[in-house]
């Protein structure tokens, strides 16, 4: 993890052409990430390759997240919601009890 994470400034397009060769190499030491804008619209934004390794890894990350969830619906993709919201609030509720419970057992057994 770095030091002190960048500032994010927001520059208009006509000034980031003009000053290009400088945020680069603020957006290279870790300085700074650049919002350009157009019109007073952000419309791109120049960051380190470091950021967009990390912003791909969470993208990644993301998608098995998502693809772990559409497997689940698509096991469940015949039974009705109202059941399906009923079975999961019995989950929950009887998790919830395991885990008081427990808690119940370590702060006795202390």
């Known amino acids: ?25 603020k957006v290279f030491r870790g300085e700074t990430r650049v919002l350009v804008e157009k019109s007073g619209i952000p419309v791109a934004a ?16 993301r998608d098995k997240d998502f693809a772990i ?20 609030t019995k989950a929950i509720t009887n998790a919830r009890r395991k885990h008081r419970a427990a808690v119940r057992h370590t702060t006795k057994a202390s």
């Open 1 to 25: 993890m770095r030091e002190r994470e960048p500032i994010t400034q927001t520059i208009k397009a006509s000034e980031v052409r003009q000053q290009f060769s400088q945020l680069i190499n």
């Open 46 to 61: 120049i960051i380190s390759a470091t950021d967009l390794d990390e912003l791909n890894r969470l993208e990644e990350e």
């Open 69 to 88: 969830i559409e497997e689940i619906r698509a096991a469940f993709k015949d039974v009705p919601d109202e059941e399906l919201e009923r079975e999961v």
